[in-house]
C-alpha cells in the first residue's frame, strides 16, 4: 500500500487542465485581437533596435561612413550596412575558443586569462592570477572607455530588435558587446577596413 501525498482537489485540477478548452469564434477572434495589440504594443515601446560603432580615429570613421552612406549626424539603416558587408559565412569569430586555449597544454587555465607564466607554486600560481585578472580588467576598462568617449560614431538603425538580433547572430558580433561596438573591430570583421 503506497502512500498518495496528492490531495482530491490537485487531481481534480490536473484532470480538467488534460482535457483541451473550447472555445467559440468570438473568444478566438477576442484573443486574436489581443495577440495583435500585444505585438502593436511592443514594437511602439521597443527602442533596442539600434548599433552603435565607435571608432578611434577620423581615418577609419570617414572610410566607413562613406561606404555606408551616414548622414549628416551620423545615422544609417541596417539594410544599407548588410549589402557592403562580406558574407555571413566569410567572417571569422575574433577571440580564440576554450578548446583552442586548452589545446596546448603547456598553458594551464590560470595563464590563459591573461598568458602570464606561473612558476608552479600556490604563490606563483596566486601571483599569475591577480596579475592577470588585473591586465584583464584595466585593459577591458581601457577599452570601454575609448569606445565610449569617441567623437566618432555611426548609429545603425534596424527594422526592429529581431532584424538587429539576426544581424549580430549571422555576423557573430555577440562578443563585441552590443549595442555600443568599437567599430574599428567590427568593421574589419565585417569586410569594412
Known amino acids: 500500500m503506497g502512500f498518495d501525498f496528492e490531495s482530491k482537489k490537485s487531481r481534480k485540477v490536473s484532470k480538467k487542465a488534460k482535457e483541451p478548452q473550447k472555445i467559440d469564434s468570438k473568444t478566438a477572434e477576442y484573443r486574436d485581437r489581443a495577440k495583435a495589440d500585444k505585438k502593436r504594443y511592443m514594437m511602439a515601446v521597443n527602442s533596442n533596435y539600434w548599433l552603435s560603432f565607435s571608432f578611434a580615429s577620423k581615418n577609419s570613421f570617414d572610410i566607413v561612413a562613406s561606404k555606408l552612406c551616414v548622414d549628416e549626424q551620423g ?11 562580406r558574407k555571413p559565412s566569410d567572417v571569422k569569430r575574433s577571440f580564440k575558443s576554450r ?19 606561473s612558476d608552479g607554486t600556490l604563490n606563483g600560481d596566486a601571483l599569475a592570477m591577480a596579475a592577470a585578472l588585473i591586465e584583464s580588467f584595466e585593459s577591458g576598462f581601457a577599452e570601454r572607455k575609448s569606445v565610449y568617449s569617441s567623437p566618432y560614431r555611426i548609429e545603425i538603425i534596424f527594422r526592429d530588435e529581431d532584424d538587429m538580433k539576426s544581424f549580430c547572430n549571422e555576423y557573430k558580433l555577440g562578443a563585441l558587446e552590443p549595442p555600443y561596438i568599437n567599430g574599428d573591430r567590427a568593421c574589419k570583421m565585417l569586410g569594412l577596413l
Do not use: Q
Open 75 to 85: 545615422y544609417t539603416f541596417g539594410d544599407v550596412l548588410r549589402e557592403h558587408c
Open 99 to 117: 578548446r583552442e586555449k586548452l589545446d596546448n597544454p603547456r598553458i594551464s587555465v590560470i595563464d590563459s586569462i591573461g598568458w602570464h607564466e
